[in-house]
């Protein structure tokens, strides 16, 4: 009997870890949509030996069942083989979430995709206030990066915000390789995860703000395991930074892929990190950050989205951003008292418009 070839969605996302765990509710509400077609990422290739494939996070979710590239440094042989892979797949349905900030790249991809010979799109922000995050004009805030792509979407397509839409669907053998990690090193302390790596200079807080504040927290949180995550080339950033904790240390960095990082990040109590990567898996496993934003991207776009998260942004760069405030954070979420600490930083309390609950974000902003 010959084998019955199912329908395919092409959907196309470029980006790396945090690019991808923001679409996490557009591709549930994808798979829930067309569950019994072939599901097919189209995702670019990349440069950074810092950054991990939108791959390394979507295998084995069952949310896609394949992958092909879209290549970097793009040219007409390129243009080609590509052209030549999507027509093997024959997808009815290309659903758009690339990231394109002017309307040019996006009149180019509809063009390629329509000689690819998809007859139908989904998604396409031909409008620029489909391209950009939009401000509520009663608040003045900036939406999330995760609810402009579920705008993008509808009509066609419904996607939730709630929390069980960011779920990675992590295996039971997954987990096992971390709690093996974790446990004998950890000892059944609460953990306090940290990711001091930066792949852009402008989102880099300093190594020696990140010694500074291990030093500060150390005594005080003796009975606290530190956890670090981070690429393979900040494993010797991370040993060095390991040597300023008192307590155990459970050093992960370059050990383990970006699945079973956000699996050993969903066992710790608190997370500090830049914007980044590891901030976005973190968040996605119901894990409150303290997260550090400087002059790189618009408040609120990139934030950590979810309840419970303190986002400190000082528009002059991440580097104002003094050690001793996000110390206090620190403090008072191991002492149970993390609300206090946002009134007691005369913080403004940020609600989102998910479409679960109200998305609670304690944001600090420091001004010259």
């Not at 990349?46 to 979507?58: G, I, K, P, Q, T």
């Not at 989102?352 to 902003?365: A, K, M, Y």
Request: charged fraction near 20%; glycine fraction near 8%; hydrophobic fraction near 45%.
């Amino acid at each position: 009997m010959p084998t019955i070839q199912k329908d395919t969605v092409l959907i196309f996302r470029l980006g790396s870890i945090g690019d991808t765990v923001v679409a996490l509710p557009c591709f549930h509400a994808i798979a829930r949509a067309f569950p019994r077609h072939r599901r097919v990422l189209l995702t670019n290739s990349l440069r950074s030996v810092r950054a991990s494939s939108a791959e390394s996070v979507l295998d084995g979710t069952g949310l896609i069942q394949e992958v092909i590239y879209y290549p970097a440094g793009f040219s007409i042989r390129l243009a080609v083989n590509l052209r030549r892979e999507i027509r093997r797949l024959d997808p009815q349905l290309l659903i758009y979430l690339a990231e394109r900030m002017r309307p040019a790249p996006v009149l180019r991809d509809l063009a390629f995709f329509k000689a690819a010979g998809i007859p139908r799109i989904v998604g396409v922000p031909w409008k620029r206030s489909l391209r950009a995050c939009r401000l509520d004009p009663v608040t003045g805030e900036l939406e999330y990066e995760a609810q402009r792509l579920a705008r993008n979407l509808m009509p066609a397509l419904l996607v939730s915000l709630s929390p069980d839409n960011w779920d990675l669907r992590l295996s039971a053998e997954e987990r096992a390789r971390v709690d093996a990690l974790i446990d004998p090193a950890a000892g059944g302390k609460p953990l306090l995860a940290i990711a001091p790596g930066a792949r852009l200079p402008a989102k880099d807080w300093g190594t020696s703000r990140w010694s500074a504040l291990l030093k500060s927290l150390a005594a005080e949180l003796h009975g606290v395991a530190l956890l670090i995550v981070g690429a393979p080339d900040e494993r010797s950033l991370c040993e060095d930074l390991a040597r300023q904790w008192a307590g155990p240390v459970v050093n992960l960095c370059g050990l383990i892929p970006p699945r079973e990082a956000a699996a050993a990040l969903g066992r710790c109590h608190l997370m500090v990190c830049h914007d980044s990567g590891p901030m976005h898996l973190a968040a996605a496993q119901g894990t409150r950050c303290v997260a550090l934003f400087g002059d790189y991207n618009r408040p609120r776009k990139w934030f950590p989205f979810g309840p419970g998260h303190h986002v400190l942004h000082d528009p002059r760069g991440v580097r104002e951003i003094c050690v001793e405030k996000v110390a206090g954070i620190v403090r008072s979420e191991f002492a149970g008292a993390g609300r206090a600490a946002v009134q007691e930083c005369g913080a403004v309390t940020y609600f989102g418009s998910g479409d679960s609950v109200p998305q609670r974000v304690g944001v600090h902003f420091q001004q010259p």
